[in-house]
């Protein structure tokens, strides 16, 4: 079984119209599993990430209209939630593929504290060695300033992603 898989860092999802423009791209594509970054919706408001034809919704917001993380998956992958902060910076998910555990793991990471947030990160995932690991989302940086097609500007330390993280 092949899964079709979408991130996507929305940069904002309160507005009705931007809303319902990304909902009916992201239907138009059929997809098992989208994960969205920087909903920028808040957590009492979070009923307008609800589209049920997108998939089950799983949410991590803010108290405040910034960062948000939002996992669609498709009924038939039995999706449940698995651990998620209340920052609006990730949350998991298990899914079920051919009798397979899957955790997928939506994350919006901070520009600011990227060594902090990975560790945490790191420290949590590491209950889930069981687990075959997808990690989707905006990470926010680089791993190789080589391999970085902008270019635009010199990647400081804190835009790099930690060195373990492909390991």
């Known amino acids: 079984m092949s899964l079709q898989l979408l991130s996507w860092n929305c940069n904002g999802l ?3 119209r931007k809303r319902r423009q990304v909902f009916h791209i992201l239907k138009r594509e059929q997809l098992d599993l989208i994960c969205l970054q920087e909903t920028h919706v808040t957590r009492t408001h979070r009923k307008l990430l609800v589209n049920k034809r997108l998939g089950q919704e799983f949410i991590s917001s803010d108290k405040v209209k910034k960062r948000g993380v939002v996992i669609y998956a498709k009924e038939k992958l039995a999706p449940k939630m ?4 209340e920052q609006g910076r990730y949350l998991a998910i298990e899914i079920q593929v051919q ?3 899957i955790l997928i793991v939506g994350i919006y990471a901070p520009n600011d504290g990227k060594a902090e947030f990975f560790k945490k990160l790191h420290e949590t995932l590491m209950d889930y060695l069981d687990y075959r690991i ?3 989302g905006d990470m926010n940086g680089v791993v190789s300033t080589n391999m970085d097609k902008a270019q635009r500007q010199v990647i400081s330390k804190e835009g790099r992603l930690p060195k ?4």
């Open 82 to 85: 698995i651990f998620k902060d």
């Open 164 to 167: 373990t993280f492909l390991k």
């Open 134 to 136: 997808i990690m989707m």
């Open 99 to 101: 009798g397979e555990k």
């Open 14 to 16: 309160n507005l009705p």
